[in-house]
């Protein structure tokens, strides 16, 4: 299969899945072309955003056009770490005893973690442990995940009391952290008419697991050339304090910047981008437009920051004009 054939390929999915989200879900483009790419790299996303703007509807829609198994978890104070990855019973069969494993909502293809701040750090790690590790360890015994398997995970950033915020180590283990915001008054427009009418719009299946499985081999085929690996590199350094180079307003507002994992997930999720837009190159363009999600939760603020009002955004915002990009890489 040439170059161009590849490529053409992944953007033609990719617009197959649009066509059909679209139908349901308004407006959001940026959000759901940050959850494509998510899943055409085998990473996961955490979503925040305020409740009532189609978290779960995206999740779901997705899910059915895509022909894959989907489990939604609510995450509440009482869930255990068995609740989610499924326990040993014990049956009689003939006489005999033997423990069985039954399978948790886990075992499923695409996971809605709903509010998983709402849950204690140790039912936290079970979910984490099973996207890193991509199984689930039981009484000795290893039980395998089905592949593809993608966990997006929502947060309220409005309800605080009773939650336990995930660790910086833990939230390093998410590729992308996707801020949902209102629609525009016209998207909300056609949310309201669309939603309260007769005719609902249905989805097609366009795609299935192994054509998803097909799309991440794909995207690990693409080159990414050398001096755009190094823009990755000098970005990622520069957001950490003490480093020679570092601008000065990282030393004043970040405690704690980004580690190798965010330069990975910058040239995997640019790899991604450039086939999806029917590309077989890797451009600085691709790595700007995702350095926000890649970056924003991988960059700890301090107190200066928070009493300057500077968000971990405004801190990429500076970085992308401070560090000097390559004129081969546009």
């Given at each position: 299969m040439s170059v161009a054939t590849t490529a053409e390929r992944?953007?033609?999915?990719?617009?197959?899945?649009?066509?059909?989200?679209?139908?349901i879900i308004v407006g959001?483009?940026?959000?759901?072309?940050?959850?494509?790419?998510?899943?055409?790299?085998?990473?996961?996303c955490l979503i925040t955003g305020v409740p009532g703007l189609a978290k779960t509807l995206l999740i779901k829609t997705l899910a059915d056009i895509l022909d894959l198994h989907f489990k939604r978890i609510q995450f509440t104070p009482d869930l255990m770490p068995?609740?989610?990855t499924g326990t040993e019973i014990l049956e009689e069969d003939g006489g005999h005893r033997h423990l069985h494993f039954v399978k948790g909502p886990i075992f499923a293809q695409i996971i809605l973690a709903d509010e998983i701040n709402r849950t204690p750090p140790k039912t936290q790690a079970a979910l984490l442990e099973?996207?890193?590790?991509?199984?689930?360890t039981a009484a000795g015994r290893t039980y395998p995940l089905d592949r593809?398997?993608?966990?997006?995970?929502?947060?309220?950033?409005?309800?605080?009391?009773?939650?336990?915020?995930?660790?910086?180590a833990q939230l390093d283990r998410f590729m992308f952290n996707i801020v949902i915001d209102y629609l525009s008054q016209e998207d909300e427009v056609r949310?309201?008419?669309?939603?309260?009418?007769?005719?609902?719009?249905?989805?097609?299946?366009?795609?299935?697991?192994?054509?998803?499985?097909?799309?991440?081999?794909?995207?690990?085929?693409?080159?990414?050339?050398?001096?755009?690996?190094?823009?990755?590199?000098?970005?990622?350094?520069?957001s950490r304090p003490g480093r020679t180079g570092t601008p000065d307003f990282v030393g004043k507002w970040v405690k704690w910047g980004a580690g190798l994992r965010a330069s990975q997930a910058l040239v995997r999720g640019a790899k991604a981008r450039a086939l999806m837009h029917g590309r077989y190159n890797v451009s600085i363009k691709d790595i700007q437009a995702l350095a926000k999600p890649i970056l924003r939760h991988r960059i700890m603020t301090n107190f200066y920051a928070e009493s300057d009002r500077i968000t971990p955004d405004i801190v990429v915002e500076r970085l992308l004009a401070a560090v000097p990009t390559p004129a081969s890489g546009m």
């Open positions: 992944v953007a033609e999915g990719r617009e197959q899945i649009l066509a059909e989200l679209r139908k959001q483009d940026e959000v759901v072309e940050e959850v494509l790419i998510a899943l055409f790299t085998g990473g996961h068995s609740d989610i099973a996207m890193q590790e991509n199984h689930v593809p398997f993608f966990v997006l995970a929502t947060q309220n950033p409005i309800e605080l009391e009773g939650t336990y915020p995930l660790p910086e949310v309201v008419t669309q939603t309260t009418g007769t005719d609902q719009p249905s989805p097609a299946r366009v795609l299935n697991g192994e054509d998803i499985l097909r799309f991440q081999d794909l995207v690990k085929q693409v080159a990414i050339a050398a001096d755009v690996a190094q823009y990755v590199v000098r970005l990622v350094d520069a």
